[in-house]
């Protein structure tokens, strides 16, 4: 069974920066897509970035120049690194890969705020 964890989320001051992990319990090659999502309060969940099998990134308008998605195969986690945030990236930030189906995380809560 595949299993998703999430990790790095916390409270940061407006401008700081976060590395958020996750941790896939195969190997990620199984996955044709990996990516990065997240909710904040009263909001649908929303698409931040995406990386393929192939290495091609796509981002969120929002976090382009901000944000970097990246992985590392021989520990089968995909990160997050989130720069100069903002207030508005307050959320609970969600971890997702697919194959033939997708498989998601619990999430890990990023709190922006002075």
């Known amino acids: 069974q595949v299993q998703l964890v999430e990790s790095g989320g916390g409270l940061v001051q407006p401008g700081g920066s976060l590395r958020l992990s996750c941790v896939v319990s195969?190997?990620?090659?199984?996955?044709?897509?990996m990516g990065w999502y997240r909710q904040a309060p009263g909001k649908q969940r929303e698409l931040v970035a995406v990386?393929?099998?192939?290495?091609?990134?796509n981002y969120a308008d929002s976090v382009k120049g901000r944000f970097t998605i990246s992985r590392d195969s021989a520990k089968n986690t995909v990160y997050l690194q989130m720069n100069s945030l903002r207030p508005e990236d307050t959320a609970v930030y969600y971890c997702?890969?697919?194959?033939?189906?997708?498989?998601w995380g619990n999430g890990t809560l990023v709190t922006v705020s002075s």
């Open positions: 997702k890969v697919n194959n033939v189906r997708p498989y």
């Open positions: 195969v190997s990620i090659f199984s996955f044709n897509l």
């Open positions: 990386v393929t099998s192939g290495g091609i990134t």
